[in-house]
């Protein structure tokens, strides 16, 4: 089963879907010019942001399965598309642009979120610190619910304890239903914390 989300990266909002994952820190995408990438991703052309900045600074990530390597660029990374005040945008975020992949026949998603922490201490490197430092979150945690239903599961950004108004992780699935008019685009906020989650609706059951 893989579990991924939308992000929405530039000034023109391109839609990419993603796995998260906890077990790194780097944010990932494929390039427009991607080599050996799988046919069926959407790719990312920095150049149809007008906030996007191109580095020389070349990396190589290496899982338990694949390899990706690419580029640094710097653009605008978030969780909805219409950006409010107070939204989970970043600005001059770093993603690597990658341009060759290898192994990755069966990954569903165009990329990777990385929701760990930069080992050296770079909060530039870490999407969860970043959201912390700039004051999104009050806390630099993240809480996954995962349902078999789309509709049901959750990305909590923040430290779900803090407040006790926090509604059921549980939804009643009939009312969900009631609201079906529910977007990704969506993100809720309790007045009195900095506590945010997102409608992961993208679920896939590999046989």
Same mark, same amino acid.
């Given at each position: ?6 992000? %929405?990266?530039?000034? &023109? $909002? ?6 998260? +994952?906890?077990?790194?820190? *780097? =944010? ?50 978030? %969780?909805?598309?219409? &950006? $409010? ?6 600005? +001059?975020?770093?993603?690597? *642009? =990658? ?109």
């Amino acid at each position: 089963m893989q579990y991924y989300c939308k992000i %929405f990266l530039g000034t &023109h $909002k391109e839609s990419m879907n993603v796995i998260l +994952d906890s077990g790194s820190n *780097l =944010v990932w995408v494929p390039g427009k010019n991607c080599q050996n990438c799988r046919t069926y991703t959407n790719k990312y052309d920095p150049f149809l942001s007008n906030t996007s900045k191109i580095s020389n600074e070349k990396v190589n990530i290496t899982y338990a399965k694949g390899r990706v390597s690419g580029g640094i660029i710097e653009d605008s990374i978030s %969780f909805i598309k219409k &950006h $409010k005040a107070g939204s989970s945008e970043l600005t +001059d975020f770093r993603i690597v *642009l =990658v341009d060759k992949e290898e192994n990755l026949t069966g990954t569903l998603s165009d990329g990777i979120v990385g929701m760990g922490i930069d080992m050296e201490g770079k909060s530039r490197n870490s999407l969860i610190y970043s959201l912390y430092e700039t004051g999104v979150i009050s806390t630099p945690q993240f809480t996954f619910y995962l349902s078999d239903s789309k509709k049901l599961s959750r990305l909590y950004l923040g430290n779900i304890y803090q407040n006790v108004y926090l509604r059921e992780l549980k939804l009643d699935e009939d009312k969900e239903k009631e609201n079906n008019k529910t977007t990704d685009k969506e993100t809720i906020t309790k007045s009195n914390t900095n506590i945010k989650y997102f409608f992961i609706f993208h679920i896939f059951m590999l046989i």
